[in-house]
């Protein structure tokens, strides 16, 4: 009976430590001046193969998904906020620096080190109007990080889609709030 306990616990530990890995620390949202931002740190690794294939060239895409919904006694819950922030992050050869590019803003990193805890990092991200949350009411949010597999190239798509290595990404951490006006209102 314990070698089959023993048995169970060295296939799943490889598992529980890539789960531990991958995950968002804390996030929060925030009303600000123009409307509602979120802060959030998120625990994601890459793994040895990714990092080989955006040394060579490839570059990875990554996204952020928020969800925000209202609880409704009579039917499903409101879907309030569908937010998504992608990331790109690249290596140039002859500059030998990391780019890590959100739409149209880029910025150089010395390290892939230094750039890949900037996308983990994310702060004052506006997701929300002033109008599209009402003050005091109590809002249910969702937020995610992935590698987006979809903008890969065509080879390296189904890969993805099949291998672990290149499948990484964190569960959808889930938190109640209460819209807040901001400060000084």
């Known amino acids: 009976m314990r070698a089959l306990g023993l048995l169970v616990w060295l296939l799943l530990a490889p598992w529980q430590a890539w789960a531990a890995e ?3 620390r804390n996030a929060e949202i925030l009303a600000s001046e123009e409307g509602f931002v979120v802060n959030a740190d998120i625990d994601l690794a890459l793994t040895n193969r990714l990092e ?3 040394r060579r060239g490839v570059s990875l895409y990554f996204v952020a998904e928020l969800e925000i919904t209202r609880d409704r006694w009579y039917w499903l819950d409101e879907e309030v906020v569908m937010r998504r922030l ?3 992050l690249s290596y140039h ?3 030998r620096a990391y780019r890590l590019s959100i739409g149209s803003l880029h910025q150089n990193f010395d390290s892939l080190e230094a750039a890949f805890q900037t996308m983990r990092r994310i702060r004052s991200w506006n997701v929300a109007e002033r109008g599209e949350l009402q003050v005091g009411a ?3 949010a969702a937020l995610r990080m992935a590698l ?3 903008q890969l190239p065509k080879p390296f798509q189904v890969t993805a889609f099949s291998s672990r290595d290149w499948n990484i990404g964190t569960d959808w951490y889930r938190w109640t709030f209460q819209a807040m006006a901001p400060e000084g209102r």
């Open 86 to 88: 992608d990331y790109r």
């Open 93 to 95: 050869a002859i500059t």
């Open 138 to 140: 109590t809002y249910n």
């Open 52 to 54: 080989d294939a955006l």
């Open 22 to 24: 991958n995950g968002i």
């Open 148 to 150: 987006d597999p979809t």
